[in-house]
């Protein structure tokens, strides 16, 4: 059985760094094809996908925040660790990590996200 | 960047098919995918690589894929797949969301 689980803190100021960690089970980041990627979800707003790393260690990120975005994994320990610099309100959301097998492929496990409120 | 244009929702009679469509440049030639998101909770998968269906997933939804839309049919609606419902796609090493459909079971 696969499953991921968000932790981090559940507030953040201003021009802070956010850092997110996701441990998962049921699957391992070393093995051929397997990715996790992060994806948000400002309230009451849509999916907006952030970054992905796959089983090579490559890693993608979203054109718009490639700058603000670092993700890196722990295969020993499965965790991801997504950190996003600079923090500003309107990047208030549920932040979501998830299993992706391939990078063309569905989403097909998701954690059950954690709310991110930026707010000094 | 590429861009997934959803309609922003969906009605259907208790019963009906619904038809929620996803429109891409040449979207045809992509793996699409659809994730149901009902009130409070993560997504789902429902379709993967345009029309198969993760295990669980009823045979009630199905997916085609062709030419610039992608479109998911939701057979004999039930008030339960009242939801949200998002298309996804990977392009140019990114991946992308449409804008989500709210679909409404009257």
């Known amino acids: 059985q696969v499953t991921l689980r968000e932790s981090g803190p559940a507030l953040v100021k201003p021009t802070q760094t956010l850092t997110l960690t996701c441990t998962f089970s049921g699957f391992s980041l070393s093995t051929s094809a397997m990715c996790v990627t992060w994806i948000r979800q400002p309230p009451g707003r849509a999916l907006e996908w952030l970054a992905l790393?796959?089983?090579?260690?490559?890693?993608f990120y979203s054109t718009s925040l490639k700058t603000r975005l670092t993700i890196s994994k722990d295969t020993s320990k499965n965790q991801v660790v997504l950190t996003m610099t600079n923090m500003d309100p309107v990047d208030t959301a549920t932040y979501y990590c998830?299993?992706?097998?391939?990078?063309?492929?569905?989403?097909?496990?998701w954690g059950q996200g954690t709310l991110v409120t930026v707010s000094s | 960047s590429y861009e997934l244009t959803q309609p922003l929702s969906v009605s259907v009679a208790l019963g009906q098919t619904a038809r929620i469509t996803c429109g891409g440049n040449n979207i045809g030639s992509k793996n699409v995918h659809w994730y149901q998101q009902r009130p409070g909770q993560a997504p789902v998968l429902v379709i993967y690589e345009d029309s198969n269906r993760p295990s669980g997933i009823p045979e009630r939804f199905s997916g085609s894929n062709s030419g610039n839309t992608a479109t998911l049919t939701i057979n004999r609606a039930q008030a339960g797949d009242e939801a949200d419902y998002y298309c996804q796609v990977w392009d140019s090493r990114t991946e992308v969301f449409g804008g989500g459909t709210k679909l409404t079971v009257l």
């Open positions: 790393i796959d089983w090579e260690d490559d890693k």
């Open positions: 998830a299993r992706q097998v391939g990078a063309t492929g569905g989403v097909d496990s």
